[in-house]
């Protein structure tokens, strides 16, 4: 038995994994549905480095970030003593990509897609991991409520062709930077009032970030917020029309959608739109995916002045609120060799089959022929094929239907087409 552990708060993938995010099918079972989405949906594939200079995130999540505040990000010096981090989410990057390649001068707007590992020095719970992954999108370049639309019901296809249970989408208007210049202030000024019953966090957000005392989950700090004043009476004429147009795009798509006006979202660069896609599945960590509008942050980062909107949508969380998901995937042919100059006759109708695109597989053990079938039954083979002394001196094999257990001659002296076509029905 080994010492090593996998770092705290991660997990592996592996063959035989018992929990939702720990078995590989799966993983490739959500993926291929997301990819087959973003093909429909018209988004292209970016794929940014794990790592970035630190102040990129630091920057665009913003002072009252959990990222900065509580000190997520995994950050480290390069050799050149320049401050790195592994990145937390996924829009900085991209964003820096669709920047610095001039992605703005194509037919606006652009639309990207991306997979890949964050990583947020966080404790680990349930939901909750060091290392996870998100599957996210990004639509730069404009700022048509439109849009807004079509990302939210793109988080919506994804979870419903996972298997996501008892979804809602949460949706809010933060307004524009005006709008919330005109908010904070007031609502700064409530808080204070009320200070003595806040919880800690909320008290030190007041300076840098109020709106996040929205999510406390303190029951003093909600008491409160009962009667606080609220982000809809101060939304400027734009932002209003804009979710106007949002609500009514979301209800003629049938999207399972609720306003809920104490929704802030935890980076500081959202305008606008913001929502989450909780499902009921789920304990304490029920976000599943969550996104919003950032009309400042292109220019921010030195680009042009332009909006932009995505969402980012844990696969962990995904796995998690579909958790009875069965596996799908199986082998199609195993096959059982019963001498050892079967054995490369064997590999060449292997290669044959999985030309067709009929996954198959042979015994790599020299095992008796028991414990063959023993591994076909495991790798829930539909077929076993039996090739022995007796099939090669007649230049054929034998096909047995895994479930019903009828076995069936076919020649191959000719090629595989026949055993192809035996192993298709
Ligand atoms: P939370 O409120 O759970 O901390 P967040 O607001 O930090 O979430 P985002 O930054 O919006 O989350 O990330 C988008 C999605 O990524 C989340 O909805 C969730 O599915 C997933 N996610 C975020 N942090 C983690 C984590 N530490 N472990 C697993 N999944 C995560
Ligand atoms: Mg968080």
């Known amino acids: 038995m080994t010492d090593y552990r996998g770092p705290r708060g991660t997990y592996d993938v592996f063959p035989g994994g018992g929990e939702p995010q720990e078995r590989p099918e799966l993983w490739t079972f959500v993926e291929d549905r997301a990819r087959e989405l973003f093909g429909l949906y018209n988004y292209s594939e970016v794929s940014t480095p794990v790592f970035e200079e630190a102040r990129l995130f630091a920057r665009t999540a913003g002072e009252g970030s959990d990222i900065v505040v509580q000190k997520e990000m995994f ?4 050799k050149g003593e320049r401050e790195m981090a592994l990145r937390p989410e996924g829009t900085p990057g991209a964003v820096r990509a669709y920047i610095e390649h001039n992605l703005y001068r194509l037919a606006q707007p652009v639309k990207l897609f991306y997979i890949g590992p964050m990583f947020r020095q966080e404790r680990q719970q349930r939901g909750r991991y060091r290392q996870h992954t998100q599957i996210g999108v990004e639509a730069l370049g404009t700022s048509d409520p439109l849009v807004d639309v079509e ?17 809602v989408v949460y949706v809010n208007n933060l307004g524009d930077m005006e709008t919330r210049q005109a908010y ?24 840098t970030n109020p709106l996040r005392t929205f999510d406390s989950k303190h029951e003093g700090t909600q008491a409160v917020l009962v009667e606080a004043p609220k982000i809809s009476d101060y939304l400027s004429e734009e932002a209003s029309v804009h979710l106007k147009a949002v609500r009514g795009g979301l209800e003629a798509l049938g999207i399972p959608y609720e306003i809920d006006d104490g929704l802030v979202r935890g980076l500081d660069y959202y305008t606008m739109t913001v929502f989450e ?12 995916g969550a996104g919003g509008r950032y009309n400042g942050l292109i220019s921010d980062l030195g680009g042009p002045d332009v909006g932009g909107i995505g969402f980012g949508s844990g696969v962990e969380r995904m796995l998690l609120a579909a958790a009875s998901q069965e596996a799908l995937a199986s082998l199609d042919v195993f096959f059982v060799t019963l001498a050892p100059e079967a054995r490369i006759p ?6 044959a089959l999985r030309e067709e695109g009929i996954s198959a597989d042979l015994d790599y053990g020299g095992r008796g022929m028991r414990a063959q079938f023993k591994q076909a039954d495991r790798t829930g083979a539909s077929y076993a094929v039996i090739l022995g002394e007796d099939e090669l001196a007649r230049g054929d094999c034998t096909v047995r239907d895994m479930a019903s257990g009828e076995e069936l001659v076919v020649p191959v002296a000719d090629g595989a087409k026949d055993l192809i ?3 298709s029905g």
């Open 75 to 78: 950050t480290f010096l390069d």
């Open 151 to 167: 990302v939210i019901s793109l988080l919506y296809a994804i979870h419903q062709a996972v298997g996501v249970k008892d979804e």
């Open 184 to 207: 904070v202030p007031e609502l700064r000024a409530y808080l204070e009032r009320h200070r003595g019953e806040l919880d800690p966090d909320s008290v030190s957000r007041m300076d």
């Open 277 to 288: 896609a909780k499902s009921g599945a789920l304990g304490a960590q029920d976000t599943v």
């Open 346 to 351: 064997a590999m060449k109708l292997v290669g």
């Open 421 to 423: 076509w035996a192993v």
